[in-house]
């Protein structure tokens, strides 16, 4: 399947990317919780769209803790950083 198609499936991508653009190092929970307050996406679009952007390699996953407390955290890879800097740029052009 091709990238861009993989982009377009998981339907809560491109906001995934402008999240992290923001806060790099986040628990899925907390991403989860973020997308929910910020764009009113569910669980289930947040978890498909973090697999999504797995595969593309544009996040990826490090142990890291929050606290005493050992966690997954999600960053962006540094192609997930170029792609979600231009999201960036492309939201900004639209909101204008």
Do not use: C, F, H, W
């Amino acid at each position: 399947m091709p990238s861009i198609s993989l982009l377009d499936e998981a339907g809560a991508t491109l906001r995934l990317l402008l999240i992290l653009y923001e806060k790099d190092g986040v628990n899925l929970s907390e991403l989860r919780r973020m997308m929910k307050e910020r764009y009113g996406v569910g669980r289930a679009a947040t978890d498909s769209s973090r697999i999504a952007l797995l595969r593309l390699g544009l996040i990826e996953e490090r142990r890291g803790k929050i606290g005493p407390n050992p966690s997954v955290l999600t960053y962006l890879t540094e192609k997930g950083r170029i792609v979600a800097e231009r999201v960036q740029k492309l939201k900004e052009l639209l909101e204008g």
